[in-house]
């Protein structure tokens, strides 16, 4: 039987065991041997068999049937197969994990290094596991609060501006042209387009609208992770917001208009919609009613 067939029927498992043995005793039966084993790792993107046979034939035919060619043959086709895993190295080595919150839900996620999180409502969180190793960043889209595991740079990226430590606790909040980092045990580095600040322990970094400040805390833990959202001279309107994404609410500001000028220092709880309403209208005087999931603000008569 000519070698040919014999391969066909090799690669389709249908050779008899006297067929068998007569492949074995090629001289090139090793060498196809190790590109039969190499195939197996090809399953994503799929590899075209029927193609790549008829490619062997033509070859086959084309050569004078000696060791030689044939080894030049197979080395033509161990070079399609290892772009072949080139391409899919690459398709798989780009693939990330993501995480989104829904309205008035929360999220704890555990890192490839035993780092942890908690992530806010209505926030986006995405890392590379296979890359982990190599660069421990996460991109963040929202609010996070991390506990980071000891060992080389931890990142969190924003579109706002980057964070990173190598083992410490801190939250991130960038929201819109918020960005807030504040750091509980540690020291975090904080990096925005204008400067980098260290910030220690105990210590706040806030920059709204491109306007920075740091400041001192009292909390050990973020507020938002114990149901109460707290902030200090944030804009009312983004704490309207944050009420929208804790109470899935909409809210309708009647004849009032916020300037960024206009803020808010103070807390909500997450668990009573009354209440924390009461919490932000009062100081404002203004006045709130709620029907269904429609929440109307206006200023007090």
């Not at 899919?88 to 999220?107: D, K, L, R, V």
């Not at 290094?113 to 986006?124: F, G, K």
């Not at 990142?155 to 750091?183: E, M, P, W």
């Not at 904080?190 to 709204?208: C, D, H, M, S, Y």
């Amino acid at each position: 039987m000519k070698e040919e067939k014999l391969i066909q029927k090799w690669l389709d498992g249908e050779l008899s065991q006297e067929e068998r043995a007569a492949l074995e005793q090629l001289d090139a039966f090793k060498d196809y041997q190790k590109i039969a084993t190499a195939s197996q790792y090809f399953k994503a993107p799929k590899f075209d068999a029927d193609t790549t046979y008829k490619k062997i034939k033509e070859d086959i035919q084309n050569s004078d049937h000696n060791s030689s060619n044939w080894l030049s043959v197979f080395g033509k086709i161990a070079a399609i197969l290892v772009l072949a895993f080139i391409s899919y190295t690459m398709f798989f080595s780009n693939s990330s994990e993501e995480f989104t919150t829904q309205i008035a839900s929360t999220e704890e996620i555990k890192l490839p290094d035993n780092s942890t999180l908690q992530l806010n409502a209505s926030s986006h969180l995405n890392f590379s596991e296979d890359h982990w190793s190599e660069n421990r960043l996460v991109n963040l889209d929202g609010e996070a609060f991390f506990k980071v595991a000891k060992g080389e740079t931890f990142t969190v990226q924003t579109a706002l501006g980057a964070v990173s430590v190598r083992g410490t606790q801190f939250n991130v909040k960038q929201r819109d042209q918020i960005f807030i980092v504040t750091c509980y045990e540690g020291l975090v580095e904080v990096k925005t387009k204008n400067k980098t600040v260290l910030l220690p322990a105990g210590k706040e970094f806030r920059q709204i609208n491109q306007t920075s400040i740091v400041e001192n805390i009292s909390e050990i833990t973020p507020t938002w992770t114990k149901g109460e959202s707290s902030f200090t001279s944030i804009p009312i309107q983004e704490v309207l917001n944050e009420l929208e994404r804790q109470y899935q609410v909409t809210i309708q500001v009647k004849n009032l208009t916020f300037d960024k000028n206009q803020t808010f220092t103070g807390s909500f709880v997450h668990r009573n919609l009354d209440q924390a309403l009461k919490a932000i209208t009062i100081p404002f005087h203004f006045t709130y009613k709620i029907e269904g999931d429609i929440v109307s603000i206006a200023k007090r008569e």
